[in-house]
């Protein structure tokens, strides 16, 4: 392709499509924007998002929440002090003795499963795998075709 | 006047323009509404600023712009890419359905209704950085960073969708 060719081509299409005019907005947009933020002005101040909330609202929700982060450090750090841990040791104890008795039975119905599936034989995991494949390529396919009719409304 | 007031005749003043922008992006009706719906809503939260403003255009077309090419890429990319791999060849059907309706809005409302048609029956992967480059003044690599793709990809685009809307417009060259 020639340079001049490019050149003429860009400036000829560059001209055509600044030419066009705006295209005329429908009026539903202005209707659906007014009605949005007449009911967001409906809603108490505190379910708004923060960007919109006083100046002073901020400053408190802010402090707020900086003192709820110092005192969750300050329990940790004293938590983490040997004396209080010694106190809390026999209650994790017990917690983690519930916890064994979960892990317990998870492993005994993995085992029971794990049988189960050795059993089984090999054509079963091709078939399902099949149906697998077949369920998302068919997922695929009706997608495409719904958005290739949207695109055509 | 009160504040909802001035930002509907705010609004009045520049939807023709954020709603143009989106619709020659995605080449869609009900997405470029949303999409222009979605501005005005970011639009109001910084209303103070933007009231009196002289670059208060500029910004809701960036902002109409960005709006856009994200929704293009989370939206449309999976659907539009099998799209694309069953299609064989240039869609003779679409052609022919465009070609009719070109025809039948000359003779309603001239040649520029014919470009702006032309311009939305383009492919999105040749029209998004066609409009980007001759309508909203980006260059090739500029181009090439927001859609994330390679320049030589743009570039490649650009001229495809020039070439194709010389050859529906019957625009000859010297």
Request: proline fraction near 4%; hydrophobic fraction near 45%; include cysteine.
């Amino acid at each position: 392709m020639k340079p001049d060719h490019e050149k003429q081509l860009e400036q000829a299409i560059g001209e055509k499509l600044r030419a066009l005019p705006e295209l005329s907005a429908p009026r539903e947009i202005a209707l659906r924007v007014m009605s949005t933020l007449a009911t967001r002005a409906a809603l108490p101040w505190y379910r708004r998002s923060w960007q919109t909330w006083s100046p002073a609202a901020k400053a408190v929700s802010l402090s707020l929440l900086l003192a709820s982060f110092s005192g969750l450090s300050f329990v940790g750090w004293k938590v983490s002090e040997a004396d209080t841990l010694t106190k809390l040791l026999p209650q994790i104890g017990d917690w983690l003795e519930t916890l064994n008795v979960i892990w317990n039975t998870v492993q005994v119905l993995a085992g029971a499963a794990l049988l189960a599936l050795r059993k089984l034989s090999p054509n079963f995991f091709i078939v399902c795998a099949l149906i697998g494949a077949l369920t998302y390529a068919a997922c695929i396919g009706v997608g495409t075709v719904l958005f290739r009719q949207s695109k055509k409304i | 006047m009160t504040e909802a007031q001035q930002f509907e005749v705010f609004m009045r003043n520049y939807q023709d323009m954020v709603f143009s922008t989106a619709m020659r992006l995605l080449a869609n009706h009900a997405e470029a509404e949303d999409v222009a719906q979605e501005v005005f809503l970011k639009a109001f939260e910084r209303f103070d600023q933007l009231r009196d403003s002289p670059t208060a255009g500029g910004w809701l077309k960036t902002v109409a712009t960005n709006l856009c090419l994200n929704h293009l890429s989370r939206y449309r990319s999976r659907w539009s890419f099998f799209s694309e791999l069953f299609k064989s060849g240039p869609d003779d059907a679409a052609e022919t359905e465009f070609i009719g309706t070109v025809e039948a809005s000359a003779s309603e409302s001239g040649r520029q209704e014919e470009v702006e048609q032309a311009l939305q029956a383009l492919p999105p992967a040749q029209r998004v950085p066609l409009v980007l480059f001759h309508l909203d003044g980006l260059t090739y690599e500029e181009i090439s960073q927001k859609l994330g793709v390679s320049m030589g990809k743009v570039k490649t685009d650009i001229f495809r969708g020039r070439e194709t809307l010389r050859k529906r417009l019957k625009i000859h060259l010297e």
